[in-house]
């Protein structure tokens, strides 16, 4: 059975931020992820994973510290003195959370340019910030309109651009349905790329238990796979988070 997180932005959304961390402790999680942990000081939060002894798996950057601007812009032409400003207090929150991911979102963008600014600044953000893993990850066009990164073959054709160690795939089975209707044959093409999994429950994005996607069948695979990363709730549960945990025994 692969090791199961808790996205904290998502899930226990009973009780603030501060207070989830206890939460998915008693529930039985060892690790957990946030979203934008940015509203907090980190030390606060630290002080949270450590009193829980639990570990930080994923944060996003950049930092949503700012009025009507995009949550990511890696890909945006033009955007990359902004891409690199932020990126200094993204990978200082992941250093100081000793998150072991760093998730690097696109932004609505598209074209040529799009692609190779990406490229520019992933290879940038991996020389700057060689110890920290980064990822991206393909979002579903329907979840995310404009989003550049709505496809697995860009995804895999900027990482094969970008080709640094600390650079990796994020594969969220729910995105992959939405984009190829095809969790397991997707998983089989990108495999050898994933740092880190999430899932969700299709069509509604609900527990991982019933729907379009058979994720006993996919949790099976990931073991006989070889997969030693965590998989990740990010899921807006039916109803109280507590009473939808079946699905990770």
Do not use: C
Request: aromatic residues 10%; negative net charge; glycine residues 8%.
């Amino acid at each position: 059975m692969p090791k199961f997180a808790a996205n904290l932005t998502t899930m226990f959304t009973e009780a603030p931020l501060l207070d989830r961390f206890n939460a998915a402790r008693r529930a039985g999680f060892d690790a957990v992820e946030v979203l934008f942990p940015y509203e907090h000081a980190a030390r606060e939060l630290a002080d949270r994973l450590i009193g829980n002894d639990l570990k930080l798996v994923l944060i996003n950057g950049p930092p949503p510290n700012y009025t009507e601007r995009p949550r990511g812009f890696a890909a945006v032409p033009g955007g990359s003195a902004l891409f690199q400003q932020d990126l200094v207090r993204a990978v200082r929150y992941a250093k100081a959370l000793d998150a072991t991911h760093l998730h690097l979102m696109a932004g609505v963008a598209e074209g040529a340019d799009a692609r190779d600014t990406m490229i520019a600044n992933l290879k940038w953000a991996a020389a700057e910030a060689p110890g920290q893993s980064l990822t991206i990850e393909p979002i579903n066009p329907i979840s995310m309109p404009g989003y550049f990164l709505n496809d697995f073959d860009l995804a895999m054709d900027i990482l094969d651009a970008v080709d640094a160690p600390n650079v990796g795939l994020q594969f969220d089975a729910f995105h992959a349905h939405k984009i190829t209707g095809d969790v397991f044959g997707t998983w089989s093409n990108v495999r050898h790329r994933v740092v880190h999994v999430q899932v969700a429950g299709l069509p509604d994005r609900h527990e991982p238990v019933k729907g379009e996607v058979d994720y006993p069948k996919f949790f099976k695979l990931l073991d006989d796979d070889g997969y030693e990363g965590w998989v990740s709730g990010e899921y807006h549960p039916a109803k109280r988070t507590e009473d939808g945990l079946k699905w990770i025994s």
